[in-house]
């Protein structure tokens, strides 16, 4: 059957759904492998305490890989194995196809891996005999796997999230190249009709420089219309996501658009699946570090490990919880389409979250801090919305 393990680890929550023998949680052996992009290093750790076995290498083929894993299967008779790999560049094929195959596969979290000190040699051999080593004795950390559904949403929304940083480069040198040569706009807000209109009232001596120009001002355009295709994209695959009740659920609170509601499901899956809010928080590294010792407690700034996309969208929208705490239209259009509870949760959080930026920013600390420990404390009230949409209890935990 499926379960969730948890695991802690510097400041970090890892989730992994695996099987599990319904008679023992022991394997036959694990195989710890080592994967690149044309090769895949392979050792073998049976039960005990003897050396683990390199096997060899294959290719990175799906043909190679079912060919090993009927091999392994044969060898050990059909008894379940556990196959062992570090989250990478080359995906989650691997975990898929030996999910299938019917044994239990994790990928583990690379910076939580044990390493000795004194180990100065690495290579492709001595990391998959490692790694079979360490799934032996459990001490590796699985991650979170998305589903094939998760992940297609997660390449969309990092795909705009890509788009956006083109777009805001083009913008950058196209401004740049206009403060260069004296050019000044004079209105209140960039890149709105008003301002194209202008741009296109701009001259220069040479006819070199007004080519510059226009292809700059193409190279922005064209760069928003991406945007703005794959935001429609966005829009368009939203009902048809198993995740769309959520993603309508946490769109009552302030701050977060149909992009920011998107991007952290995308990122995250079910959020309601982590025990508690704190335990949110530590994944996303908005918790303070610490470093203590004997009578002295020591915290420094927070530990930005973790999801860093879902932290800088929950950052971005802790801003708004800078202006006093209303009930806007748009807000009020997108709660009308939650639950009860929902609401009363999503106005619970403005009136706690603008009342502590006041109180916060009052006592003179930096701006980005304020900001910081609002996002914070959004996301064990979006983890409170999640639950409440998902069905789940939560109680009140959600500002724990």
């Given amino acids: 059957m499926g379960v969730i393990i948890h695991s802690k680890s510097g400041g970090q929550v890892h989730y992994a759904t695996t099987r599990v023998n319904a008679a023992s949680d022991v394997h036959a052996a694990y195989i710890g492998l080592d994967v690149h992009k044309v090769s895949i ?72 891996i044990p390493r000795r000190a004194g180990d100065r040699v690495k290579t492709d051999r001595r990391d998959a005999q490692m790694l079979a080593r360490l799934a032996r004795s459990g001490e590796l950390t699985p991650v979170w796997v998305p589903t094939p559904e998760q992940e297609a949403m997660r390449d969309l929304t990092r795909a705009r999230e890509d788009m956006k940083a ?85 769109q009552a609170m302030r701050g977060v658009s149909l992009i920011t509601a998107m991007t952290v499901l995308a990122e995250l899956g079910d959020i309601s699946r982590f025990d508690s809010p704190c335990q949110l928080m530590a994944y996303l590294g908005l918790v303070p570090s610490e470093h203590s010792s004997g009578g002295s407690r020591r915290q420094g700034g927070i530990t930005k490990t973790g999801n860093g996309h879902v932290r800088r969208v929950l950052v971005e929208a802790a801003w708004s919880y800078r ?6 239209r748009i807000i009020e259009q997108r709660a009308e389409r939650t639950t009860p509870t929902v609401q009363a949760i999503a106005w619970a959080a403005q009136k706690r979250l603008c009342g502590r930026y006041r109180r916060l920013a009052a006592t003179g600390k930096v701006k980005q801090q304020v900001v910081t420990a609002i996002a914070r404390e959004m996301a064990g009230f979006l983890w409170a919305i999640a639950c409440e949409a998902m069905g789940k209890p939560h109680g009140s935990r959600a500002t724990a």
């Fill in 41 to 112: 290093s392979v050792a073998i750790a049976e039960a005990g305490r003897q050396a683990p076995e390199f096997r060899g290498e294959i290719p990175n083929e799906p043909q190679a890989i079912d060919t090993l894993v009927r091999q392994l299967s044969e060898r050990f008779a059909g008894q379940p194995l556990l196959f062992s790999y570090e989250a990478g560049p080359c995906g989650y094929g691997v975990y898929h196809q030996v999910q299938a195959s019917g044994h239990d596969c994790e990928v583990v979290a690379p910076t939580l």
């Fill in 166 to 250: 083109i777009e805001l480069k083009a913008r950058q040198r196209l401004n740049a190249f206009l403060l260069r040569h004296g050019k000044i706009y004079g209105g209140k807000s960039k890149w709105i009709p008003a301002h194209f209109r202008w741009l296109e009232t701009v001259r220069f001596a040479t006819p070199v420089q007004q080519i510059v120009l226009q292809e700059y001002i193409e190279a922005v355009r064209e760069a928003q219309r991406r945007v703005a295709g794959l935001e429609g994209q966005m829009e368009a695959a939203l009902p048809d996501w198993s995740l769309a009740p959520v993603v309508e659920a946490i």
């Fill in 323 to 328: 202006f006093p705490a209303r009930k806007t």
